[in-house]
């Protein structure tokens, strides 16, 4: 008996109990994607066909840049993840990827207005979990646990055996 059960794109599996596997944001691939599509197309139809003698050429250049960035930050957060292994965890949210070793976290947040999860590090700064949102509620939830679980077991806490 298998214990593989389709994953969230069609045709991919993975294991049901897996603490490893990638963390991603409920909505946070297929919605940005369709919009970074609609809004680079979109921009670049507006600038080819916008009537008026007051648009020069640079104008429109201009407002295909505009909607070329906001298509690709809508790229780029779509991917969003958080990457555990054995070793630590790799994180990639919208502009940063950092390499986090298991050690080096030290606690795990996602309660009050943050909108995703932040973990404290070592160096005493703070590293956003942009993958796990609160947004996703139930999903959001379980991450989180499943986060903190990990994290659990990979710390050593003085004076656990």
């Known amino acids: 008996m298998s214990n593989l059960t389709p994953g969230p794109d069609k045709g991919r599996s993975r294991p049901v109990d897996d603490p490893y596997a990638p963390f991603r944001p409920r909505w946070g691939v297929r919605v940005p994607r369709v ?9 670049g139809y507006a600038a080819a066909t916008i009537p008026g003698a007051q648009w020069t050429l640079l104008d429109r250049a201009f407002f295909f840049a505009v909607g070329a960035g906001i298509s690709w930050l809508l790229f780029r957060y779509s991917r969003i993840e958080a990457l555990p292994s054995q070793t630590g965890l790799t994180v990639r949210n919208l502009l940063l990827t ?11 947040q996602f309660s009050g207005g943050a909108p995703w999860v932040s973990l404290d590090l070592s160096d005493t700064d703070t590293v956003a ?29 003085p004076g656990r055996p």
């Open 35 to 43: 919009l970074s599509v609609i809004v680079l197309l979109s921009c």
């Open 98 to 108: 950092r390499r986090l070793p298991w050690e080096q976290i030290v606690r795990m």
């Open 129 to 157: 979990v942009m993958a796990i949102q609160k947004a996703d509620g139930a999903h959001g939830r379980e991450a989180a646990a499943r986060l903190a679980a990990l994290i659990e077991y990979h710390t050593e806490i």
